[in-house]
């Protein structure tokens, strides 16, 4: 039976999520990747157990990942069954509809039926009565968005979420939401969206810059760009790399002469800041204040605690921060 940590509260930094009373740990945990059937149950274990003992409280899922769909939450479910789950109110737990999770008309987008039958499965998957936080995953334009946000008013009134976010939304959108959500007193806390050195979709959008005019909070997924901001890119694609083994998000074209070689100057950065290029990476997403938290995804225990340390040194100078940019630009 898993004991958690007595000094885990320690060393990791929390902040609120936008304007409500909700902290998250800068570092989160998302179970994209890692967590479905084709995956060892003690490694699974292993992770999670080294995440909560350092202090990450945030585990974030989805209903449709895996692979297959559904399994990433089953087999979360398992765990915190077995182990978890005298600490479940020590816990923020999420999930999201608005993929592909089954077939037809009704298991996919934004309309009320897709996302009240989502949360009944993805609880039931789990094991849970409540989510901490439901998002809706993407932008649906073939849906009202009041339908969208009234199916999520409705969710938090019957007690099976306690706060709301939207996922993949820009900033135009978030806004719009945002009224009809206030309107309907849903609390409405943190958008999660893609940002990284690499991407920064969300800074073209209107994303980042409503969310810190609305006091929403941010997390951020695919911080380290699916790997390629890590130290494993840095001599070529290695053998175990999801290039090889999945190829489904990332792909070797994404891999090109100019990125690796804009990855190795930024490792350079990097290793003048003392950080390895995965903790320099994080950092930069939470330089500013404006993300609450960042998602890192983990194969194996080891890369949650090298992740946690880039808490340690989040600023940068305006030096450091010019050079990113122009190297990003320079090899884009």
């Excluded at 692979?67 to 737990?93: H, Q, T, V």
């Amino acid at each position: 039976m898993y004991f958690a940590m007595e000094d885990r509260y320690e060393q990791m930094r929390y902040a609120h999520c936008g304007s409500s009373g909700l902290k998250l740990p800068l570092v989160s945990l998302g179970l994209w990747h890692n967590f479905g059937d084709f995956s060892n149950l003690e490694t699974m274990k292993d992770i999670l157990f080294t995440a909560f003992d350092n202090g990450i409280t945030h585990f974030d899922l989805a209903n449709n990942y895996g692979p297959a769909p559904g399994s990433a939450e089953k087999n979360f479910g398992i765990i915190l069954k077995e182990e978890l789950s005298k600490y479940r109110d020590e816990m923020i737990i999420s999930s999201k509809a608005g993929y592909t999770m089954w077939e037809g008309p009704y298991g996919d987008w934004g309309s009320r039926k897709y996302l009240i039958a989502s949360i009944d499965q993805s609880l039931k998957r789990m094991g849970l009565e409540y989510v901490d936080i439901f998002y809706h995953h993407r932008m649906d334009k073939n849906t009202p968005l009041e339908e969208t946000c009234g199916a999520l008013a409705q969710i938090v009134s019957s007690g099976k979420a306690l706060y709301v976010g939207l996922s993949n939304y820009d900033g135009e959108t978030l806004k719009q939401a945002t009224k009809i959500l206030d309107e309907l007193k849903v609390p409405f806390i943190i958008n999660q969206n893609r940002y990284s050195i690499f991407d920064r979709t969300i800074e073209n959008n209107g994303l980042k810059d409503m969310a810190a005019k609305l006091k929403k909070g941010i997390i951020s997924f695919s911080p380290l760009a699916q790997g390629l901001l890590t130290d494993r890119y840095l001599n070529g694609i290695p053998s175990d790399s999801r290039i090889v083994t999945d190829g489904r998000f990332l792909k070797e074209d994404n891999l090109t002469t100019k990125k690796m070689e804009a990855i190795s100057k930024l490792n350079d950065i990097a290793k003048e800041r003392d950080q390895s290029l995965a903790q320099m990476a994080l950092a930069w997403v939470l330089r500013d204040g404006i993300v609450t938290s960042v998602l890192i995804g983990a194969s194996k225990s080891s890369q949650v605690l090298d992740n946690i340390a880039a808490i340690n040194k989040v600023c940068f100078s305006e030096e450091e921060l010019k050079k990113i940019d122009e190297i990003v630009k320079e090899y884009e």
